[in-house]
């Protein structure tokens, strides 16, 4: 049988790079190509009604053994982050972890140091599984897609445990904010998720920001530069003057933690006679997003007074809200996550993500979604590691908690 290990490094090697720049959904065909590797493994388990929709999205049933209880769900995603490369991932095994600094050999320049990898230097002797340091790993959320499966695996072999019905559901296009765009919770039909999308061990976050996008369009006049005095406005140069009014002793991720949010300028593209900011607007207090988004318009109107003739616009978006707000709808979704982590023998760790999962829009559309960790380190980087027997544990929690939930009604 395959093992946690086994499946995981099968999955990091499909190349499931989530594309921004698209209406296509899911937005690349490696999800594609992982979706129907994971039907056909759910299919071999046996799950029940084990489907791949025109969305690309993944769904199956274990079916539960305990009449009247619960049916609930568990989530990861197959895309990994667009902020850089998972085309041609060489996953290196690191067996006994040593405790020291890891370099990795396909770009010796980058190296996970211990002293900048917050609980790397409490994985001595375990198992971590990096990149060569050329691609993403993809543990992001290919450990949540591995640790689903093996406990599915587990609890469709052993039919003596008792335990409700479980959806398995893995999703597309996460990383870029449209993980859920294509759910149908009707078909799901459960009364609380569960995401598998989070760091180190143990961890139960119920707290995500709150969030909104910005495209600040700026539009300028262009004309052929030897002849453009008093007459060109470039909007390159505006756009430079935008960022450079952006607060960055406050309100920016350099400068700030814990649940201190931020405004955070990350794409910037375009010319002279039109260019375009992209910046993510980030609180845990949804309210103080409109003041972020007071500032903004106030940077544009003040250059646009002092630049007659340029015209900036702004167009905020809704991305998803903080789930906190929502999990009160069923507090057994947290109640019974922390019970599971305390019967795995494990301590759990109440966090609030300064970032998002499918949790926040799924909880917010209804299904009361919480996340829980998966061993996974360093994402969206090269750097990135994942931690086996973290994995491991993961998959013990899952299978305490369906026979939580099976006690239920």
């Not at 398995?168 to 294509?182: L, S």
């Not at 809200?321 to 009160?328: F, K, Q, T, V, W």
Request: aromatic fraction near 6%; include cysteine.
């Amino acid at each position: 049988m395959d093992t946690l290990l086994d499946r995981f490094i099968r999955y990091v090697k499909v190349e499931t790079t989530a594309v921004e720049e698209t209406k296509d959904y899911p937005s690349s065909p490696g999800q594609l190509e992982l979706g129907r590797l994971l039907t056909d493994e759910l299919k071999a388990l046996r799950l029940e009604s084990v489907s791949m929709d025109e969305h690309g999205i993944v769904m199956g049933t274990i079916p539960g053994n305990v009449p009247g209880a619960p049916t609930i769900a568990w989530f990861a995603h197959m895309d990994t982050s667009p902020e850089f490369t998972a085309k041609n991932v060489k996953p290196i095994v690191h067996k006994n972890y040593d405790g020291k600094d890891i370099t990795l050999p396909g770009d010796p320049s980058r190296i996970i140091r211990v002293s900048e990898t917050e609980g790397m230097a409490e994985l001595k002797g375990k198992t971590l599984i990096s990149t060569d340091g050329t691609t993403l790993l993809g543990a992001d959320d290919k450990s949540g897609v591995a640790v689903i499966m093996t406990a599915a695996a587990h609890l469709m072999a052993h039919p003596e445990i008792k335990r409700g019905p479980i959806r398995v559901v893995y999703t597309c296009d996460e990383e870029v904010g449209r993980g859920t765009d294509k759910l149908d919770l009707g078909k799901i039909n459960a009364v609380v998720g569960y995401t598998l999308d989070g760091d180190a061990e143990a961890g139960l976050e119920n707290e995500t920001w709150s969030a909104d996008v910005a495209v600040v369009t700026i539009t300028g006049k262009n004309i052929h530069p030897g002849y453009a005095k008093g007459r060109m406005i470039n909007a390159i140069r505006l756009a430079a003057q935008f960022v450079d009014r952006l607060p960055w002793h406050r309100l920016a991720p350099e400068t700030t933690e814990n649940r201190d949010g931020f405004l955070h300028p990350y794409v910037i593209e375009g010319g002279v006679p039109e260019t375009r900011i992209r910046v993510l607007l980030r609180s845990f207090v949804t309210a103080e997003l409109a003041q972020q988004a007071k500032i903004l318009h106030s940077i544009a109107d003040t250059i646009m007074a002092e630049h007659p003739g340029a015209k900036i616009t702004i167009e905020v978006k809704e991305q998803y809200r903080n789930m906190i707000e929502y999990l009160a709808k069923d507090p057994r979704a947290v109640k019974l996550a922390e019970q599971a982590i305390r019967n795995a023998g494990l301590k759990p760790h109440f966090k609030s993500i300064r970032g998002g999962t499918d949790g926040s829009r799924l909880s917010e559309k209804g299904l009361p979604t919480p996340n829980l960790s998966v061993g996974m380190y360093n994402f969206h980087s090269p750097l990135e590691f994942a931690c086996l027997e973290q994995m491991e544990s993961a998959v013990k929690i899952l299978i305490e908690l369906a026979q939580l939930w099976g006690r239920e009604k």
